[in-house]
């Protein structure tokens, strides 16, 4: 009797550690979907860029600028692009710029005088701020006319202007704001969401 007590006694403790450890796995694989994995680039100088002209990143050198690590997506260049920002007879570039405090700002290299500031650092994709080395999800591109076009079809921009250049397109994982120069301003557009 006393014999068949303890076999019981150790199914059930073997039972008990089973189930147990079964649990914690449980615990351990639930907690861990539900945290994101992170998605954070890390800086890098503008020389990781070495596709840029030597006098677009001497200039952000010069400005302490850091830039995030990704260089592309597919065959889309990011962070340091080559556009028509003014017109579409005037080729330019454009900068994403992480400067050393983690604030940031687009950096525009005018191939011409253009009526635009040089510097874009309003606007909600460029209000974050960076702990040291880290960039966060951030990402600038070339919009062409023809996306613009379509996205301000699609999210309803009661702006009127002539889409004729191209935008410059800064966000992150969640979203995007198009910057596009119009009579000497950048308006904000509703970008990738």
Same mark, same amino acid.
């Given at each position: 009797?006393?014999?068949?007590r ?16 079964l ?10 979907a539900?945290?994101?994995?992170? =998605?954070?680039?890390h800086?890098?100088?503008?020389? !990781?860029?070495d596709?840029?002209? $030597? &006098? /677009?990143?001497? @200039? ?18 990011? =962070? ?7 017109? !579409?007879?005037?080729?330019?570039? $454009? &900068? /994403?710029?992480? @400067? ?10 005018w ?23 880290? &960039? ?38 969640? &979203?995007?704001i ?16």
């Open positions: 009797m006393c014999e068949k303890d076999q019981r006694f150790r199914l059930f403790r073997l039972r008990l550690s089973v189930n147990h450890v649990a914690l796995f449980l615990v351990a694989i639930a907690g861990r539900q945290t994101p994995p992170p =998605n954070v680039q800086r890098v100088s503008p020389d !990781a860029y596709r840029a002209p $030597a &006098a /677009i990143r001497a @200039a952000l050198k010069k400005r302490n600028c850091e830039l995030p690590e990704t260089q592309h997506w597919d065959n889309t260049q990011l =962070n340091i692009v080559r556009g028509h920002f003014a017109s !579409a007879a005037q080729s330019d570039w $454009a &900068a /994403i710029c992480i @400067a050393a405090d983690g604030t940031t700002s687009a950096l525009i290299f191939s011409k005088p253009a009526t635009c500031p040089a510097q874009i650092h309003h606007g909600w994709a460029l209000n974050g701020h960076f702990p040291p080395g880290q &960039a966060g999800s951030l990402y600038l591109l070339k919009a062409p006319p023809n996306q613009i076009l379509t996205y301000r079809k699609f999210f309803g921009d009661s702006r009127r202007n002539p889409v004729i250049h191209d935008g410059v397109e800064i966000g992150g994982e969640e &979203a995007s198009i910057y596009y120069c119009y009579h000497g301003r950048w308006f904000d557009l509703q970008g990738n969401d």
